[in-house]
């Protein structure tokens, strides 16, 4: 795909191709929620704070990238608006703070992590296994 197909999507129907039904992270109890789904699927938490113009761009290559076809729960945390939950995944799976940032959790424990350009390095299909 050329470099200006890819920033200005063709069509509409190609714009929608990369929409994420992103599960909000707004209430703490949902890391006990993660946590135990995590033993049945994996699970990724998205880290990204909504003033940060390179959070928005990963995000945005992220959504651009993602593949619908992978069945999936995709948290989403607002690190401005929920500092608490953040706070509260980084003490739970000891994991750093870093925005942004995709957390990968099964059996309960941080299998991967990674922030900023990595995360669209990120091969999902054979994180999901």
């Not at 470099?3 to 929409?19: D, G, H, P, R, Y």
């Not at 909504?50 to 945390?77: A, H, P």
């Amino acid at each position: 795909m050329g470099l200006l197909k890819k920033i200005f999507k063709k069509n509409v129907a190609e714009a929608q191709q990369a929409f994420i039904n992103w599960i909000r992270l707004t209430n703490i109890d949902q890391i006990k929620q993660i946590r135990s789904l995590s033993k049945s699927e994996t699970v990724f938490i998205f880290k990204h704070s909504t003033r940060c113009g390179i959070s928005r761009m990963v995000m945005k290559q992220f959504e651009d990238d993602y593949d619908t076809s992978l069945n999936i729960d995709l948290f989403y945390l607002d690190l401005l608006n929920y500092r608490d939950i953040s706070n509260e995944i980084e003490s739970k799976f000891q994991v750093v703070h870093e925005s942004p940032q995709i957390i990968i959790i099964k059996n309960g424990i941080v299998v991967t992590q990674v922030s900023h350009g990595e995360i669209n390095n990120l091969e999902l299909n054979r994180l999901v296994m």
